[in-house]
């Protein structure tokens, strides 16, 4: 009965190839978010969504996009990885912005 | 400047020790303090929101409490299981998004 799901949960790429990170919620939340969170690090936002509204937050690299299809998916694409993007990527829903976030179970991506 | 900041960073514990973890917060104005719980491989989970000064949340052995400048996750008679990194998060008013601070690294000892 998960309901933030996250796949893959491990993600190898090379560097510089494309990857895309995905997550689906069961929740039916009006927002969701992408974090990255790297080892003993406090998790990063990078973008959030209300319903279709795009949220880039000032300091996300160029390198990051992101797409919101439909209510229940939500797509991290990095164009261009290189050895600094390696993290575990967290996706989040809530409610509205002002209630708690309930996470997925995250993709760690490493780089080779 | 640092907005969220937890102390300590590790904690080691006996199991049945109680104790308290701490996340002080610098914001113009507080929209919600949130707690949350992260296994090693894990996203975080869910534990506390709390809104106003003096406000208390309890859940078993965990208890959340709220001044104008910290938080604090008090913990029971601990249990090896209660072992995690626990994180804190902060709303200012009028933002969207979380400021998280770097978490508490619990280990309870049986």
């Known amino acids: 009965d998960a309901m933030v799901i996250q796949n893959p949960r491990y993600q190898v790429t090379q560097f510089g190839k494309p990857v895309t990170l995905s997550c689906s919620q069961t929740l039916n939340h009006n927002v969701m978010y992408w974090y990255q969170q790297k080892s003993s690090q406090a998790p990063k936002l990078l973008f959030h969504?209300?319903?279709?509204?795009?949220?880039n937050e000032a300091d996300t690299p160029d390198n990051f996009q992101s797409r919101r299809p439909n209510t229940s998916f939500c797509f991290l694409d990095i164009r261009s990885p290189g050895l600094g993007d390696a993290a575990m990527y967290l996706c989040a829903t809530s409610r509205e912005w002002d209630q708690p976030q309930h996470f997925g179970d995250g993709t760690r991506l490493s780089i080779l | 400047e640092d907005q969220v900041t937890q102390s300590p960073e590790a904690l080691r514990l006996q199991e049945g020790e109680s104790s308290s973890l701490n996340c002080s917060y610098t914001v113009s104005g507080l929209r919600g303090l949130f707690w949350y719980r992260q296994d090693p491989g894990k996203g975080p989970e869910f534990l506390f929101t709390?809104?106003?000064a003096g406000e208390e949340k309890e859940k078993e052995r965990l208890k959340a409490t709220l001044t104008k400048k910290e938080s604090f996750l008090h913990i029971t008679a601990p249990k090896p299981e209660d072992s995690a990194t626990y994180l804190c998060a902060v709303q200012e008013t009028g933002a969207n998004n979380l400021f998280f601070g770097t978490g508490t690294r619990l280990t309870v000892i049986p």
């Open positions: 969504y209300y319903d279709k509204d795009f949220n």
């Open positions: 709390l809104y106003s």
